[in-house]
């Protein structure tokens, strides 16, 4: 199975399901007509942007189904976080569009690393950015 079968497939399963074309279009700003000859099999080429942008709104199951078939297997944080820095993980947490809820994870955990560490974070604001000192107490 090529990489526009697996597309073609995927969105047919989420249509099947109750997502529509014109949604598809809406939620990924990809034309109406370009989602109609994709379905349809008659759309030549697609941009990876766009064909990323489409998979990501599928219906989670069929989204993985998709992406194992491409050979991208989804990692765990379990997984990854050996692998990153503590600078790494910081801009991969600015990159990301949270919801008040998930800010709040973030912070808890942070607090409590901070408690198991018995540091304090003292922070002084310096001009238009904020610097934090850690401190032992």
């Known amino acids: 199975m090529n990489y526009k079968e697996i597309l073609v497939e995927a969105m047919k399963k989420a249509i099947a399901q109750g997502l529509s074309a014109a949604e598809i279009s809406r939620q990924t700003g ?3 007509s370009i989602i109609s000859r994709i ?3 008659k759309q030549e080429d697609i941009r990876a942007g766009d064909y990323f942008k489409i ?3 599928m219906p989670q199951a069929i989204k993985t189904e998709a992406m194992l078939k491409l050979g991208i297997e989804q ?3 379990d997984e ?3 692998y990153l820095n503590a600078q790494e993980i910081a801009q991969i947490i600015a990159e990301i569009n949270l919801t008040q809820e998930d800010a ?3 912070l808890n955990a942070m607090a409590k690393i901070l408690d ?3 540091q304090k974070i003292s922070c002084a604001s310096k001009g238009d950015r904020l610097t934090f ?3 032992n107490f």
């Open 39 to 41: 379905i349809c099999g």
């Open 55 to 57: 998979i990501n709104i």
């Open 75 to 77: 990692k765990g944080a």
């Open 30 to 32: 990809v034309a109406g």
């Open 116 to 118: 198991t560490l018995s």
């Open 104 to 106: 709040a994870h973030i």
């Open 80 to 82: 990854l976080i050996p």
């Open 133 to 135: 000192y850690m401190c």
